[in-house]
């Protein structure tokens, strides 16, 4: 048996060594590209048959197959963030988290983005003075209820 | 001599005492509203003309205006946020930071988001199932380069 | 200006010097006990009319109305709780944390109980061994949907 | 030999894998489910007799049923729950933990709801707005008592 | 107002620069000399008489009568105590922790020693290689009970 | 080789697994049952002869009697315990440390209880109420001497 | 009495508000920038001529001429900086900690660059692609010597 | 699969075994040396073509290489460094943080040096009171810009 | 009423700001060196008449008087000291902790060095390479002692 | 390929089984005690000819003596020590560090005691009350310089 997490590393090596991308990945199982490398690297539990197909891709045993299926418990284990590439949204946070706050509570009321109902999208914006990282986070508003 | 925090404090509490809200605020400066926010609770320095306007606005004293000016030191000193509408963004640093970085480096290189060059916005999309906080991070990618 | 938990402080001595209950508030503000205490020691925002309410209750000045209406920046800075009577809740999630989200993951699949769209109750079931404290936490469920 | 939470993690899979739900073990061996989970993951001792039928039920070897059935180290290692649906509950000890002690010493008296003489349960509460989840916390009294 | 520990430490320094002992506070109040010290110092709820007699002893004024009389948030900010003389208990717990835990399951089963249906001595023992100081902790025990 | 904390793990199993009771070996080694609980869980040396001793009644191999003879590094890495059975006595230093401390300097002056020349017992006592767990720790006092 | 960084956080606002520049007071008391800027925030004592210089260019009072004067307690308790201008210090660190260490025991032997007998600067060096920082730390090397 | 930290260790122990300085691998690969250094620790992707040089140099088997070639995950898990000889710059941090960030924004305005676009570079410098370590941090300027 | 750290604070400033050395305070109140400071910083209850003699010195108030004969609370809140005189000492306990508690072990057996039956010094010895600081600590050996 | 500290805890094992005392192998090659135990647990490198010695005294492998040559990360893992032998530096730390931070400045000014060229002693001083431990801290003065 192994871990979930255990099991994101080796899928993100071996997709390294065999040069396979993300992207591939995520076409083959038809799943949106956010969600299939959060998924393998053990975020979300992942169907039988997608799997199956990822197993096939990158030559997986069964027992990483085993791993990729069961419900994940979430998060790392680290608090803030060191890689500078991961830091940077961290510092978002810092920085902008209580205005965000702020700006949902003007604009809909006491309430949050949900992360459960929620999508993510990383994309490339073509720009003369540096292509730009445009990350959107999607979700719906749920506002305090009793 | 107050602090820039403490005049966020303040603005805050004036803002919603007068019933102004922050859109009105960052039109009369002129600024997109997640600047003048994160802005006025401390994270910008704000220039002289407009940290006038806005002591004019919320009927400011000197020390705030001279706070508002001043460089910051950004960021608070939470490490994990409570409050649950800044939480939920911890969150999904927690469970999707792993996937970010891939997508970035698949897409990109080796290199990162910037949160200097940057910006970000809140916005509402209507949905019949429930509208949506619909979030951007937009910042410059810089690569790796020695 | 003062902040919401120092109002909350305020309040919460204030109305044990005047021996007035937890619950003769909630029922002269028409809301429900639990709703009440965690808005009056700063944890909701309170509307106008409630809060002029229990201000003439409990004599309260127009700072510490302006508190109770705020916007809760929610949460404490304890990330674990010292007192016995909230620490207990604290080892039920210890103990009980990983069981609770097998239960709700076999019942309702990959999902969430929500903390937004939720309530809470504490109740006094009489019992020969010894009266029991009930609490209920009653959140919709919320699956992880893309 | 083989640790109690270890113990736990692999009939957790292994329970995945045979698609064997918690509430067929629980009912055979004629336990409460949530008791059953929490002391299949570790949490409680098990009984020779049960933990025996478990062993047949997942095909478990001895090293298991011996480590079911030590008394345990409670808790986890954890200080902050990462994983979404764990930390919902810590977000309500955050936001309620407050009113819950307030309501407790009102209701009762200076003391607590202890946590050892104390079960739990999870149910679906139907809804028309979306299913519910109810917790429910039922633990004895304990006054404070020189 | 004022809170209660800060009334703690007032009556700690009152009482040391009046020269008046703990054990004649209690004396006077007729109450164990340990649970007057510890509910001097914040951490028990004092009821009006008491809170009057200290009062009178201490020549306190009003608002620390008040805070004495409340309901007290227990413990200490402190997780690692750095006194040598309350940090030789936590060492205790250091090293002999593990001793407790199990010397209290072979002798009663699974369960704790309650910390609230309790109370403590402290007692000079006479010995001639150096008086001791004898440390009596006395709670009932309670039995994991589902 | 193998270290002494998992030397006690293993000696805890066994010793589980045969239904040897702490105060069996202890007696064969004609020990105190916590100092014998306590060294048998790595916290203390023990000389040649009782570790042998141990090893005959549990079967231990060598590596593990050499793991029992060697000077322990003292201590657990839990900076707050989890486990209820040992919670306990941690709430009990943070809700009467601060009692303990200014009951000792009152009937001793300054200086603290020694937890080096220092014994600790568990006892059972009768209680129609309900038995009760009574805990002594017993240790030199040490006056501040310069 | 003032402490040394309350003083230090009067004279950087001051400062801005007078718009006179580090640069002008280091060299109205004829010290490197880089050392005055820290003196003056609290890290370095400042001696009587120099302290009264700098209080006579931006109308100190007494109470902060002292301040100046004494030894600081230096450093900050903040141990991971949250302000970006800062951080990416940290960041330098947590990357090529280990590759300076390794550089350092390579060219000189096992031993350290002292932060004692030491220097620092901060320049800008023109570059058509965009200017960049250049930090200098300048320190004596100390070998490892018994 | 072995991780890139893992290999890190195994490159450092190889090479101090061989005598081969961290230079003459940096020659061999034409790249700077901190460049190198931090790469081979696991702080940077390593080309294909540089992986194997460096594995004919110290005769690494393919695992190595292959974790040499994968995309880091950066930074250690250290909050506050122990070894001396880089506790010294987080002390420089500590001390001269603030009169960085200060000398930044005037000379530069409000922003910060790239961490990324960087280069640092370790010289030895002779001097008669004893050599010096200088260490040369270079990164582009990045202003805060929306 | 204000706190010993408070009034250790005080005197520290005023004594620095009277350039009375801490040598001569020692002197008029014929008490070691470092008992003194530690005593005058907080660290240890002064008797009435020294308090008296050191209050002419430097004409303190009553307030502080009080304090410092108070029973102190000793220790500080800071776990790694960030000031660097400080911090080397913390440095010697991560590098040679472990050899003096080994050297301990070997010369006396198993036990301790006294931190309450000790005293302290710090000399300077003439060196021509350098004059050094040498620290003595000087406490009785406890054995473990049942 | 083993670590350092893996090494250490091998030899302190192996020395203990042996029962070849720590003065033995200092004396075997020819270097100060404390420093001998520090290098052997990993705290400094261990030239080849002193290495090998001690690999023959203990039958050491090739790879424990490779791991002793290496250049150490130095310190521990352990913020706050738990083992009472070591933590009693701590404690002198946190009550005698601020006394010996004046000591320093008051007799040679502003610097440090270097921890790197230091040496330490651990000594029994025979005394009729008890014999005490006397460790000699030496270090040399380093004073701030620019």
């Known amino acids: 048996m192994i871990g979930k997490l255990e ?13 396979v991308s993300w992207r591939e990945i995520s076409e083959a199982i038809d799943k949106p590209l956010l969600w299939t ?3 393998l ?3 979300h539990p992942v169907g039988r048959e997608d799997a199956e197909k990822v197993a096939d891709l990158l030559d997986l045993d069964q027992a990483t197959v085993d791993a990729l299926r069961r419900q994940p418990y979430r998060g790392t284990t680290e608090v803030v963030p060191t890689d500078p590439t991961v830091y940077r ?5 810092q920085v902008y988290g209580g205005a965000i706050k702020e700006a949902i509570h003007e604009e809909f009321g006491d309430g949050i983005m949900s992360a459960i109902n929620f ?5 490339r914006r073509l ?4 292509d730009r990282v445009v990350v959107t986070l999607d ?3 749920l506002d305090y209820r009793w």
Do not use: H, N, S, T
């Open 127 to 130: 720009d003369p003075e540096g």
């Open 89 to 93: 949204f961290y510092e978002v946070l």
């Open 139 to 141: 979700g719906k508003f």
């Open 41 to 43: 690297l053990g975020q």
């Open 37 to 39: 490398i959060a998924a």
């Open 119 to 123: 999508k993510i999208d990383v994309e």
């Open 7 to 19: 099991a994101g590393e080796l899928i993100a090596a071996e997709r390294a060594r065999r040069e």
